[in-house]
């Protein structure tokens, strides 16, 4: 059974401490790798796609990267209004739906 | 603006009543798709619709059901024999060809509470 792992959990940042989200898969012959970010009460929101391993994506102060099993989310000098939690999802059944982790709780603290 | 709409946002339910959730899109997307997110568990997928008139269990369509009778609207009832139905329903949308196929986009979500 296709698998997505998240970690950590829950990640406490100060204002301008830099840090990386993790995302491992297992799933044969990936078809894209997923990042949505969810404000609480929210419905999540669409990030970045990556297809093949080496990609990278960036937009401000997020970057994602892919290899073969993983994926990264990289903050750089993180902001209070990056503070949400972070979906990855990979597709199954021939892109029929996607699969997705439990998510990365960050909190960025002034 | 192009989107999707979920209603309503908030809704109680008494045991034994099923209730429906309203889902609408303006995107022109042809798929259409329902999840239910608990506090510590992943999106699952109750239900999805890539074309009208037809749609698919997902992982947990048990005591739930769903119609498409037209392109834009998806909505999903919550029957009494759901055992578990407290939960935030989120509603999605995704075109299956072109450059943004298969990006998901979601609704604002609708969270039930059984009483």
């Known amino acids: 059974e296709d698998q997505v792992t998240q970690s950590p959990e829950a990640l406490r940042l100060q204002e301008g401490e830099s840090s990386s989200l993790n995302c491992s898969y297992t799933?044969?012959?990936?078809?894209?790798l997923f990042w949505y970010r969810q404000d609480p009460g929210k419905g999540p929101e669409f990030l970045f796609t990556l297809y093949s391993a080496g990609e990278e994506k960036e937009k401000e102060r997020l970057k994602a990267t892919l290899t073969k099993k993983e994926s990264f989310l990289h903050i750089t000098a993180p902001k209070p209004e990056d503070s949400a939690t972070y979906l990855c999802a990979v597709p199954e059944r021939g892109f029929q739906k996607l699969v997705f982790g439990t998510g990365t709780r960050l909190l960025v603290s002034p | 603006d192009g989107g999707i709409t979920q209603s309503p946002k908030y809704l109680f339910r008494k045991e034994g009543q099923n209730v429906t959730l309203s889902c609408e899109q303006n995107l022109n997307h042809d798929a259409m798709y329902w999840y239910r997110q608990d506090p510590g568990q992943g999106l699952r997928l109750i239900y999805y619709?890539?074309?009208?008139?037809?749609?698919q269990k997902g992982d947990i369509a048990e005591g739930y059901s769903v119609s498409r009778e037209k392109k834009e609207s998806f909505p999903l009832t919550v029957t009494s024999a759901q055992k578990n139905p407290t939960a935030f329903y989120l509603c999605?949308?995704?075109?299956?060809?072109?450059?943004?196929?298969?990006?998901?986009?979601f609704g604002a979500g609708s969270r039930l509470t059984v009483l």
């Open positions: 619709s890539q074309i009208v008139n037809d749609f």
């Open positions: 999605a949308s995704s075109s299956l060809q072109g450059p943004g196929a298969n990006v998901l986009t």
């Open positions: 799933v044969s012959g990936l078809r894209g």
